[in-house]
């Protein structure tokens, strides 16, 4: 049984950085796409960036050219590099594997278990 395990939020003001990670534990029998996906305060998760089984990359356009998304295959991690961080960025993240299945679907398969995000102004 594959496992997700989110780490790295924390409190910050506007203009700071944080780096999210995620480890993967269990054996993965299957191919896996991996992204991030806040939960804004009073809303359902949203991607915000994901990586599939080839590292191509994709992110919102909310966070694109702040957020770097990748993956240490090695090491069974990944990772969310949050640069120039706003208040709007506030959140719980969570990192998701979505099984690959010739494509990289919407919904994931599995989940971490969250780790906050706060930026205060």
Request: glycine fraction near 12%; charged fraction near 20%; charge should be neutral.
């Amino acid at each position: 049984q594959v496992q997700l395990t989110d780490s790295g939020g924390g409190s910050v003001q506007t203009g700071g950085s944080l780096r999210l990670s995620c480890g993967v534990s269990g054996y993965i029998g299957r191919r896996y796409c991996m992204g991030w996906f806040p939960q804004f305060p009073g809303k359902e998760r949203e991607e915000v960036a994901r990586i599939d089984i080839n590292d191509k990359t994709t992110y919102a356009d909310s966070v694109k050219g702040r957020f770097t998304i990748t993956r240490a295959n090695a090491e069974n991690a990944l990772y969310l590099q949050m640069n120039d961080l706003k208040p709007e960025d506030t959140a719980v993240y969570y990192c998701a594997a979505l099984e690959y299945l010739g494509y990289c679907p919407r919904t994931p398969d599995v989940w971490g278990q969250g780790t906050q995000v706060t930026v205060s102004s």
